[in-house]
């Protein structure tokens, strides 16, 4: 366990206890030697009223941040306890990107007072942030940039940021543009400061670089970034036109959401669920996908209704059948994972998916036939039916087969269809699975061993 999480589980567990007996003091104290982020998680990892208290001390210069990084749904419970000059005065410090985010989120009347309040500049850039698609480059772009033209000479860059006097933040490069706003290049600040300044700036810039586009997705971004090793890159309109930057550090905050989508979409949950919130909302978001899994369960149950006559001669499949399901299920489950990690790393497309498939028959076939045997002869030993072992053993190699193949094609199915895969694949994988191998099962002794 890391330092980081045993000093948050540590501020968790003094600031639950200090809250409990009003020690505010020492709730404050443990604020203050943490940063937003960090705030933010104890804000999730608490309870609604214990939640409302810590925010009450959360010192107002840094709401707004504390927002950012909150999930949606706490985000919502936290707003409702502000005033409007509260939000206000918690988003006015927060830059356009970040303003884009909460502001969605914001009362209606408060956020069209904030529009009003804004001068003409402000309302233009947050205006043009909103317009883009919420998992777009342009919507997580930061428009700070600093662009010199290839022409200038270094030491004509470097007087332009002493006029500044600032440059943002998590600078690591200067954009260059050329007369009409075109990037044609990248120039680090360490090349700046450590070369004759008498030169260029087109001769020490990198002139081949990545730029991003302002529509392309923000996984694709993450991608980019992880496979060029990137911290910061451009962002351009559809004609090539600097129109801000993206960094490392907002790459890192997409990672982390894509991460929570996938592992909560898995379970049918959406990654925005506040672990603390009340048991009524929970309970109503939980019930449709147990819902769901109860229609594919009867879907089961029907095709088990089937071969009532079978069960009721031969005890021994009632007690056998779990196995088969079992079985399968795993197989399908551990080549569903995999298939969804790879359509979402992209590794996945129609070039390769045949020989994959192939592949997972291949697995299937070899695991199938191997722990067919090896329940094949637990059964004979348990009920002394050498039938009962065969017919378990075929129904275990063919609902293995259902598994490695349903595994494969229903996350390609459904991405065609414009369906998350991780939302919804796991529980139509059940379903082929409990049908195959229960119409395997009972289908193969009803023909066999009546």
């Known amino acids: 366990m890391s330092e980081t999480t045993l ?30 982020a960090e705030i933010a998680l104890l804000l999730e990892s608490l309870p609604l009223g214990d939640r409302i208290r810590l925010w009450e001390r959360v010192p107002a210069e840094v709401d707004g941040e504390v927002l950012l990084h909150v999930h949606d749904e706490v985000r919502s419970t936290l707003l409702d306890e502000m005033d409007p000059a ?24 408060v956020a069209e007072d904030m529009l009003r309040s804004m001068d003409a500049l402000q309302r233009q850039r947050l205006e043009e942030t909103l317009a883009f698609e919420e998992d777009s480059a342009g919507r997580i772009m930061r428009t700070d940039t600093i662009a010199v033209r290839a022409d200038v000479s270094l030491e004509t860059a470097q007087r332009f940021l002493r006029w500044k006097e600032t440059i943002p933040d998590n600078t690591d490069a200067l954009m260059v543009v050329d007369r009409d ?12 400061v450590s070369h004759d300044q008498e030169i260029a700036v087109a001769e020490v810039m990198d002139d081949d670089i990545d730029t991003i586009s302002m529509d ?24 090539g036109k600097l129109l801000g930057r993206i960094l490392i550090d907002d790459i890192v905050d997409v990672i982390r959401e894509n991460s929570d989508q996938a592992l909560m979409n898995m379970a049918g949950l959406d990654e925005e669920e506040d672990l603390f919130a009340p048991v009524l909302p929970s309970a109503k978001r939980r019930a449709v996908w147990l819902g769901i899994n109860l229609v594919t369960a009867f879907l089961a149950a029907w095709v088990i209704g089937r071969f009532e006559d079978a069960l009721d001669q031969i005890v021994a499949l009632a007690v056998l059948m779990p196995i088969v ?12 994972t995999l298939a969804i990690r790879g359509l979402a790393l992209g590794q996945i497309s129609r070039t390769n998916s045949q020989w994959l498939m192939r592949k997972e028959i291949g697995i299937s076939a070899l695991n199938g036939v191997l722990w067919a045997l090896v329940v094949a ?21 063919i609902n293995m087969l259902a598994a490695g193949i349903a595994g494969i094609a229903i996350p390609l199915i459904l991405k065609r269809l414009g369906i998350d895969p991780a939302l919804s694949g796991s529980v139509v994988l059940t379903t082929v699975t409990d049908v195959v191998g229960f119409m395997a099962f009972l289908g193969l002794a009803t023909l066999f061993l009546l």
């Open 7 to 36: 000093t948050l589980e540590h501020h968790l567990s003094s600031i639950h206890a200090a809250l409990r007996v009003d020690e505010l003091t020492q709730v404050d104290e443990a604020i203050a030697s943490l940063e937003p």
């Open 86 to 109: 509260e939000i206000k005065a918690a988003a006015a410090d927060l830059d356009t990107t970040d303003l884009a985010e909460l502001f969605e989120d914001l009362p209606r009347q």
């Open 181 to 192: 706003g075109y990037v044609v290049g990248k120039l680090p600040l360490a090349r700046l």
């Open 216 to 239: 392309m997705k923000t996984r694709e971004v993450a991608k980019l970034f992880e496979t060029h090793d990137l911290v910061s890159a451009p962002v351009v309109d559809v004609e």
């Open 325 to 336: 399901a079992s079985m399968g299920g795993i197989a399908g489950s551990q080549t569903l």
């Open 377 to 397: 002869v637990l059964a004979v030993l348990w009920f002394g039916s050498i039938g009962i072992g065969v017919i378990i053993a075929a129904a275990l190699v």
